[in-house]
Nanobody, 118 residues
Protein backbone atom coordinates (compact mmCIF):
# COMPACT_ATOMS: atom_id res chain seq x y z
CA UNK A 1 0.00 0.00 0.00
CA UNK A 2 1.22 3.46 -0.95
CA UNK A 3 0.03 6.53 0.89
CA UNK A 4 -0.02 9.92 -0.85
CA UNK A 5 -0.51 13.22 0.93
CA UNK A 6 -0.97 16.42 -1.08
CA UNK A 7 -0.50 19.97 0.09
CA UNK A 8 -0.18 23.47 -1.35
CA UNK A 9 -3.62 24.06 -2.83
CA UNK A 10 -5.39 27.34 -2.39
CA UNK A 11 -6.78 30.46 -4.01
CA UNK A 12 -4.78 32.41 -6.57
CA UNK A 13 -5.55 35.10 -9.13
CA UNK A 14 -5.29 34.44 -12.85
CA UNK A 15 -1.69 34.83 -13.96
CA UNK A 16 -0.37 33.85 -10.56
CA UNK A 17 1.61 30.84 -9.39
CA UNK A 18 1.16 27.98 -6.97
CA UNK A 19 3.26 24.97 -5.99
CA UNK A 20 1.73 21.64 -5.02
CA UNK A 21 3.58 18.98 -3.05
CA UNK A 22 2.93 15.27 -2.60
CA UNK A 23 4.76 13.02 -0.17
CA UNK A 24 4.71 9.26 -0.76
CA UNK A 25 5.16 6.62 1.90
CA UNK A 26 4.71 2.90 2.34
CA UNK A 27 5.55 0.29 -0.27
CA UNK A 28 7.59 1.98 -2.99
CA UNK A 29 10.08 0.92 -5.67
CA UNK A 30 12.44 2.80 -7.95
CA UNK A 31 10.66 1.77 -11.15
CA UNK A 32 7.44 3.74 -10.96
CA UNK A 33 5.82 7.05 -11.85
CA UNK A 34 4.33 9.82 -9.77
CA UNK A 35 2.19 12.60 -11.12
CA UNK A 36 -0.95 14.66 -11.05
CA UNK A 37 -4.49 14.43 -12.36
CA UNK A 38 -7.21 17.03 -11.90
CA UNK A 39 -10.99 17.20 -11.99
CA UNK A 40 -13.08 20.33 -12.41
CA UNK A 41 -16.80 20.47 -11.53
CA UNK A 42 -18.89 18.76 -14.18
CA UNK A 43 -15.86 17.49 -16.09
CA UNK A 44 -13.99 14.20 -16.37
CA UNK A 45 -10.80 13.64 -14.47
CA UNK A 46 -7.83 14.43 -16.71
CA UNK A 47 -4.10 13.85 -16.75
CA UNK A 48 -1.88 16.83 -15.95
CA UNK A 49 1.74 15.71 -15.55
CA UNK A 50 3.90 12.77 -14.50
CA UNK A 51 7.51 11.95 -13.78
CA UNK A 52 9.40 8.66 -13.91
CA UNK A 53 11.20 8.11 -10.62
CA UNK A 54 14.16 6.38 -12.21
CA UNK A 55 15.71 8.78 -14.70
CA UNK A 56 13.25 11.62 -14.24
CA UNK A 57 11.51 11.58 -17.64
CA UNK A 58 8.54 13.95 -17.61
CA UNK A 59 5.15 13.96 -19.35
CA UNK A 60 2.68 16.83 -19.68
CA UNK A 61 -0.80 17.44 -20.97
CA UNK A 62 -0.84 19.88 -23.88
CA UNK A 63 -3.03 22.25 -21.89
CA UNK A 64 -0.32 22.84 -19.26
CA UNK A 65 2.86 22.39 -21.28
CA UNK A 66 5.15 25.40 -20.88
CA UNK A 67 3.32 26.62 -17.77
CA UNK A 68 3.57 23.72 -15.31
CA UNK A 69 6.73 21.92 -14.21
CA UNK A 70 6.86 18.60 -12.38
CA UNK A 71 9.90 17.66 -10.32
CA UNK A 72 10.93 15.24 -7.60
CA UNK A 73 13.05 15.01 -4.47
CA UNK A 74 14.39 11.46 -4.21
CA UNK A 75 15.52 11.78 -0.61
CA UNK A 76 12.07 12.93 0.53
CA UNK A 77 9.98 10.71 -1.77
CA UNK A 78 8.17 13.87 -2.76
CA UNK A 79 6.89 15.18 -6.08
CA UNK A 80 6.14 18.83 -6.82
CA UNK A 81 4.00 20.62 -9.36
CA UNK A 82 5.00 24.20 -10.01
CA UNK A 83 2.08 25.96 -11.68
CA UNK A 84 2.73 29.31 -13.36
CA UNK A 85 0.54 31.61 -15.44
CA UNK A 86 -2.56 30.05 -13.96
CA UNK A 87 -5.84 30.39 -15.84
CA UNK A 88 -9.42 30.11 -14.59
CA UNK A 89 -9.75 26.83 -16.48
CA UNK A 90 -6.97 25.39 -14.30
CA UNK A 91 -9.28 25.50 -11.28
CA UNK A 92 -9.91 21.94 -10.10
CA UNK A 93 -9.21 19.39 -7.43
CA UNK A 94 -5.69 18.15 -8.05
CA UNK A 95 -4.87 14.54 -7.20
CA UNK A 96 -1.41 13.13 -6.63
CA UNK A 97 -0.85 9.71 -8.23
CA UNK A 98 1.53 6.74 -8.08
CA UNK A 99 1.67 3.87 -10.56
CA UNK A 100 3.65 1.54 -12.78
CA UNK A 101 2.66 3.58 -15.84
CA UNK A 102 2.39 7.34 -16.14
CA UNK A 103 -1.08 7.17 -17.70
CA UNK A 104 -2.57 4.57 -15.36
CA UNK A 105 -2.20 5.34 -11.65
CA UNK A 106 -2.55 2.60 -9.06
CA UNK A 107 -2.84 4.89 -6.04
CA UNK A 108 -4.44 8.28 -5.53
CA UNK A 109 -4.17 10.98 -2.94
CA UNK A 110 -7.23 12.62 -1.40
CA UNK A 111 -6.88 15.73 -3.53
CA UNK A 112 -6.18 19.40 -2.93
CA UNK A 113 -8.37 22.25 -4.17
CA UNK A 114 -6.95 24.86 -6.52
CA UNK A 115 -9.12 27.90 -7.17
CA UNK A 116 -8.21 30.52 -9.77
CA UNK A 117 -10.07 33.83 -9.79
CA UNK A 118 -10.42 35.99 -12.89
Amino acid sequence: QVQLVESGGGLVQAGGSLRLSCAASGRTFSYYYMGWFRQAPGKEREFVAAIRWSGGSTYYADSVKGRFTISRDNAKNTVYLQMNSLKPEDAAVYYCTWGSAWSRPDYWGQGTQVTVSS
